[in-house]
């Protein structure tokens, strides 16, 4: 199998599959029981949630483990909110269901959202956000770099126009995290959202920062684990499975980061040289480094997904249908892409493992199978 489909998950790397067996037989007692075994569970907690804080400069009491970015999403949006359904939010045209359909779920209650539109690249009008941001605003979220274009966004001008109307930032970075540093104090964002299993961590895990000058309401009422705004107990295996993947990645970091850019950029030169007619969709430089997401007019999405898979190649298509425009992505209509461009975006996510002859077999089957779809 050629798995080009890293920013759907990662596989589970032998020293975090360590860790997560070591915590299961070692610290598998309630890190909030008072006893030896407990106590002893709560100190690898909190040395976790130390470690976290490190790699994102930031103090230990703003960390939140949650069960991934999804919960950490909806936590940041529906906890800032906070039940009191006035005033507005700003998003931007292009956030992951979990911030888009929380921004929903909110406006459906009655709180304004303003969505800022993207660029041809995917990169957010700035201008356009300075003309909603107002004293009603209660908060911006902007997702940090594009899970299907690999778009990253001007965090810190963002974050500088947010400042200016003491508005807290909140930055969807599950797929920016342990691929590049995310300067979160510095790029003004108050609450930020990470995953594990984008990062050859444990599923069903993550964190939420808040930053200490954010007032924050939990949506689960519970004990008092994480301050009580994530309340339940916290799977401390996957925890700390997730925080030696976080060292891992940020150790690796900045090797990995041209290695994969120079991949893709190899990868998209392969198939320009192999492929007539495609669109190459999202910023060319500023991206996330393994992420290549092209269109082949003439074909959908679904079709080159499945053919490839029949190849033995695992690639993404656009976001799931939605009513009315059946597999076309809002990312790419967001970017401007014409309806047959927005149905047959393909998305080739990169990972730590891959290689230069996997990218020659996959353009080698990728070009059999979009001329054979092109001829139907
Ligand atoms: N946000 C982005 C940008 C993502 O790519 C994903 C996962 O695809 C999520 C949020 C959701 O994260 P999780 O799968 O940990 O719930």
Not at 235 to 245: D, R, S
Not at 359 to 368: A, F, G, N, W, Y
Request: proline residues 4%; glycine residues 8%.
């Amino acid at each position: 199998m050629i798995y080009f489909d890293h920013n759907a998950t990662t596989p589970i790397i032998p020293e975090v599959r360590d860790t997560v067996e070591n915590a299961m037989e070692r610290y598998w007692a309630n890190p909030s029981s008072t006893h030896t075994l407990g106590r002893k569970a709560a100190d690898e907690l909190e040395l976790a949630r130390d470690r976290l804080a490190a790699l994102l400069k930031v103090a230990s009491d703003e960390i939140h483990f949650t069960s991934g970015g999804t919960e950490a999403d909806n936590l940041a949006l529906l906890g800032i909110i906070n039940g009191e359904y006035t005033g507005s939010i700003v998003i931007s045209d292009i956030e992951h269901p979990a911030v888009g359909n929380a921004a929903e779920f909110l406006e459906e209650k009655g709180v304004l959202c303003y969505r800022v539109p993207v660029d041809k690249e995917g990169i957010l009008r700035i201008n356009e956000l300075h003309e909603v941001v107002n004293d009603s605003v209660q908060l911006v979220s902007v997702m940090f770099a594009n899970n299907e274009i690999g778009t990253i966004q001007p965090m810190k001008q963002i974050g500088e126009t947010a400042a200016r109307y003491h508005i807290p930032l909140h930055s969807d970075a599950v797929q920016a995290f342990g691929k590049m540093p995310l300067n979160l104090t510095e790029n003004g964002i108050s609450l930020c959202s990470i995953s594990s299993h984008k990062i050859y961590g444990p599923k069903g895990c993550g964190a939420l920062y808040v930053s200490r000058e954010v007032p924050i309401a939990p949506r689960t009422y519970g004990g008092s684990q994480e301050r009580g705004i994530r309340t339940g107990t916290q799977n401390l295996p996957a925890i700390l499975g997730f925080v030696k993947a976080a060292e891992i990645a940020y150790a690796k970091m900045n090797a990995e980061r041209e290695y994969l850019f120079n991949l893709t950029e190899f990868l998209y030169s392969r198939i320009t040289a192999t492929i007539t007619d495609v669109v190459r969709n999202g910023h060319p430089e500023q991206r996330i480094p393994g992420t290549l997401n092209i269109s082949f007019p003439g074909t959908t999405s679904d079709m080159i997904v499945k053919a490839l898979d029949k190849q033995r190649i695992c690639v993404s298509g656009g976001a799931a249908c939605h009513s009315g425009s059946v597999g076309s992505s809002h990312v790419l209509q967001a970017i401007g892409r014409r309806k047959q461009e927005a149905v047959a975006g393909v998305r080739f996510s990169l990972g730590r493992a891959s290689t230069r002859e996997e990218v020659e077999i996959v353009v080698r089957v990728l070009k059999q199978v979009v001329e054979s779809l092109r001829a139907q």
